[in-house]
């Protein structure tokens, strides 16, 4: 597990100095109920489960609950399909026995789940996006004797899945060093590189470069600049890095590219009484930056960040779980600790979604039988594997 992932940090506040914040509010609407039909039965492995639509049983012999879907199921999608890579590792009998770990490939117009390859049993594939035609995954490297990851490659496939090629690096992405690939199209590639530095300060610095020939060279995105944050916050939105440095107070930075020092800007100067749970892009244009308060009682405060502009777009009361943003789609994943999913031994999860970039919003309480799960948003869908089937959702 790549460290900065893990590591708090306390960043945002509700109140930004210096700022002029311009504030709309979005607000829910009523939670959806959560459906209880016979499709929706706890080990459900086909039909359609309230407004979550079947594409597929995925395993023909899952694993036997309560096994937790986030610790061996990986999710990443297009509109059409999802390839969920399956971590056996967690089985005892295929550890033993080397078996491979397999990369699914299930499909909406279709409602079936193929196999696309099976990847050695050191290997467990994380797929990431998908454009034109062109797959890219973080390949996860295991040792013999160990669940959790040692570090991580990457790869790209252009016939569905069936055959990868490793994705050329720069630098090794092992021991201090931790990356992350982030495909811009089937070529264009931003990798993060950070280092980690033991009782020292910063904790990080990230390395950002770019290529535009799907890692055959590289060039240094930023020349003869560390950023001094892990990877985590730090995102590529289009030509524009956008990133959080510092608790003391916290600066949002944007830096248009192609990079000259003069044109790290400082968007907004924020003090250090939570932390932030995402930074995803949205358009291309615009990043998002959920700040979760430290006192769980308040509210989390969703905010858009431009180059030369930060807005909060959305008040989320609640348990923050998770956040993620696309041009089609917001998504706020919350958790209700006064209610448990039985089926998943779990707390209630909602996601609260915007198709409008925040200007309205609907609700969606996850029903028992998907609650345990692993899901991503690809535009405005999103997709959900189960340990036994996988479905998608188009919010409106």
Not at 170 to 175: A, D, E
Not at 278 to 307: C, M
Not at 327 to 343: H, M, R
Request: charged share 15%.
């Amino acid at each position: 597990m790549k460290p900065d992932r893990i590591r708090p940090v306390a960043l945002l506040s509700a109140l930004v100095f210096g700022l002029a914040l311009h504030t709309a509010w979005g607000q829910p609407a009523a939670p959806a109920a959560a459906n209880t039909g016979a499709a929706c039965a706890p080990g459900a492995t086909e039909g359609d489960c309230g407004p979550w639509h079947f594409a597929g049983k995925l395993l023909p012999a899952p694993f036997p609950l309560p096994a937790k879907a986030k610790d061996y199921l990986r999710i990443g999608a297009n509109h059409d399909a999802a390839m969920i890579g399956v971590n056996m590792r967690w089985q005892w009998q295929s550890a033993q026995s080397g078996a491979g770990n397999p990369l699914m490939r299930c499909t909406a117009s279709t409602r079936e789940c193929q196999t696309a390859k099976i990847f050695a049993s050191s290997e467990v594939a994380h797929v990431q996006a998908e454009h034109q035609g062109v797959w890219t995954a973080e390949i996860e490297q295991y040792a013999a004797d160990n669940l959790d990851s040692r570090w991580s490659t990457f790869a790209s496939s252009a016939d569905q899945g069936t055959t990868w090629s490793p994705v050329p690096l720069p630098v090794s992405c092992t021991g201090p060093v931790s990356c992350s690939l982030h495909p811009e199209s089937g070529t264009h590639y931003f990798l993060l590189a950070s280092t980690y530095h033991q009782d020292a300060k910063p904790d990080f610095t990230t390395q950002v470069l770019e290529t535009q020939d799907g890692g055959k060279s590289w060039v240094d995105a930023l020349p003869h600049t560390r950023l001094n944050v892990g990877q985590s916050l730090v995102h590529v939105a289009g030509r524009t890095i956008i990133y959080v440095e510092g608790e003391h107070p916290a600066l949002i930075h944007a830096i248009v590219l192609p990079y000259a020092p003069e044109r790290d800007s400082v968007v907004a100067t924020l003090p250090p009484d939570g932390r932030i749970l995402q930074s995803i892009q949205d358009d291309g244009r615009t990043g998002y930056l959920l700040h979760v308060p430290d006192n769980e009682t308040e509210p989390g405060t969703l905010f858009a960040v431009k180059r030369d502009a930060i807005s909060a777009i959305r008040k989320q009361p609640g348990l923050i779980a998770r956040f993620r943003a696309t041009p089609g789609l917001l998504l706020i994943d919350t958790v209700d600790k006064t209610d448990i999913a039985k089926s998943a031994a779990d707390f209630r999860h909602t996601l609260h979604t915007s198709t409008d970039h925040g200007a309205t919003w609907r609700d969606y309480v996850l029903p028992d039988a998907l609650s345990n799960s692993v899901y991503t948003v690809v535009g405005g869908r999103i997709w959900l594997a189960t340990p036994t089937a996988v479905y998608y959702l188009d919010p409106n």
